[in-house]
């Protein structure tokens, strides 16, 4: 059996549902609410694994899964060398989102990364710590940072309402996912000019570690319905 993740809940498992079921693939949740199965018709031989978001990235790393639709933010922030471990089938077009370095307001001088590392170098000089971002996104966060040159600062771990954290004086800056910015400007924070780091979307993945001795004539019919292309190796 070739085995696909897809998100187990929300707006993602419905798209991801709705783009698979437009090309002949339909998906279907069976079960109970609380249940985490589910079931595929038009291809033979998939199975459908049901995970949350976030979970995906590692067991396509793993190789438990030979598929998986997660955000592509995910994909990168959870895997070293995320290329090497999963290839890119296709971008499904849904689930977009901006990975961003937002700060507040009244930091009428700081609109640019440069900006951002000085502001960071003045703040550690005059606080005695280095300025704080938070986040959840620490790989990506860090990675982009180093690229622009910015020094002076730490990143702190955020899972939930990471806009909030600047007005509850747990961190002065943040990096965090946002679909239309309406979020940032009810906390009074302004996206940096050039502080784009990931546009995410909904994007489906082949696990490079998975055993594809069997399916992989599973992977070339589904692609074929899907209208994708194999890579090479799988």
């Known amino acids: ?28 949740r069976t079960g109970n609410e609380r249940e985490y199965s589910g079931a595929v018709q038009g291809v033979e031989g998939v199975e459908l694994v ?44 849904f689930g977009h989102a901006d990975l961003i370095v937002a700060v507040p307001d009244a930091w009428i001088d700081v609109d640019t990364l440069d900006d951002l590392d000085a502001a960071a170098g003045a703040f550690r000089a005059r606080h005695g710590f280095r300025l704080r971002i938070a986040t959840k996104y620490h790989r990506l966060v860090r990675e982009f940072l180093t690229a622009h040159g910015v020094a002076d600062y730490q ?18 800056a943040v990096a965090d996912i946002t679909s239309t910015g309406e979020t ?9 000019s050039d ?11 082949a696990a490079r570690a998975a055993d594809w001795t069997e399916a992989s004539a599973v992977l070339h019919r589904l692609a074929k319905r899907l209208g994708l292309a194999v890579p090479e190796g799988l």
Request: proline share 2%; net charge neutral; aromatic share 4%.
């Open 184 to 192: 940032l400007r009810a906390n009074h924070l302004k996206i940096l």
């Open 195 to 205: 502080g784009l780091i990931h546009q995410s979307q909904a994007t489906l993945y």
């Open 1 to 28: 059996m070739l085995k696909i993740g897809v998100p187990s809940k929300g707006r993602l498992m419905e798209k991801t549902f709705d783009w698979f079921g437009a090309r002949g693939v339909a998906m279907q």
């Open 155 to 172: 990143l702190v771990d955020s899972q939930g309402a990471t806009e909030g954290t600047v007005k509850n004086l747990t961190a002065e």
């Open 50 to 93: 049901l995970l949350s978001a976030g979970e995906i990235p590692r067991e396509l790393s793993a190789g438990r899964i030979h598929l998986g639709v997660t955000g592509s933010d995910l994909v990168r922030d959870k895997l070293a060398d995320w290329n090497m471990q999963v290839a890119e089938l296709a971008a499904l077009g």
